[in-house]
């Protein structure tokens, strides 16, 4: 007989409702503090959204944050932000750190001629520097880009809502989009905490976050509209769990294989993804616990009524897809 690993065993009797107050308000709590975080804290806008130039600097010599300020100065650029940049992977003699300086008067981003005058000065200081990279964006793209990242999270929230909803009901489908929601705030909420830079990739680690938690959410809700005919006179609420306990093998086997290679991604990267592959990471985790704990739970608040049967499996177009 092939031996098979397993995370689970293959049949488990776990009540995931014994505990459903504190997980759901330990959900509903985060949810308050990353929101209030956002709020008053801000969140760390790369060069994405905020506009300016960024220059990487790579350097032999250890990089002295206030000796390239001072250095700086005397060129009167305004906002400028000297940030060392960390990762297990440089070399035991490569030092890294990013300059980050915002728009000048009238100018869009920073001029060329600009640009030179700083890497003339840095090199006062470090003279084996060197410049991998300039990244220049000005203010007016950086404000579309904002609104545009959040049309993207609005739409794609909805068109996921009027999927479940014509695949479903309208109570998974609002159940799903809440659950979402939570993933979304309290990973933003993380990165307003920390004040982890957030630019563009960590948008489309956000959109990744919606897509994978939606794909573990509808795994438990198709298993459970399958359930529902089976069991017509079960409670709602043994039937969610006994939904839960029939998927859980599969959920945990996807969401540690998928952490494995996010890991990999997140020590190995570099500095460059390592705040995408973050996002992505704990989203994934975050993605696995909203479809046990938090999904199902506001489907049984929100309440089915059995006596509408749910739609059966064939029923519509969308009914027959494969989750």
Known sequence: MA???RLAPEKTNVDFFKYQWLTFGGSMMLTVVAIVAWAVMGLNFGIDFRGGTTIRTEASEPVNVAAYREALTA?????VAITE????????NQFVAQVRISPQDGQEAVTPETILLVEEQLRTIAPSITFPSVESVGPKVSGE?????????????L?????IWL???WQYALGSVIALIHDIFITIGVFAIFQLKFDLTIVAALLTILGYSINDTVVVFDRLRENLLKYKTMPLRDVMNLSVNETLSRTLMTSVTTLVAL??????????????????FFGVVLGTYSSVFVAKNL???????????????????FSNVEA
């Open 3 to 5: 031996w098979r690993f």
């Open 159 to 163: 068109g996921i809502m009027v999927y």
């Open 145 to 157: 880009l904002i609104w545009k990242a959040i049309a993207a999270m609005v739409a794609a929230s």
């Open 263 to 280: 890991g990999a991604m997140l020590i190995y990267g570099g500095d460059v993804i390592r705040g995408f592959a973050f996002a992505i």
């Open 85 to 92: 940049v960390f990762d297990p992977s440089f070399a035991e």
């Open 75 to 79: 060129l009167d650029l305004g906002d």
């Open 299 to 317: 489907v049984l608040f929100i309440g089915l009524d059995r006596g509408d049967k749910p739609k059966a499996p064939g029923k519509s177009e």
């Open 167 to 169: 695949r479903f009901e």
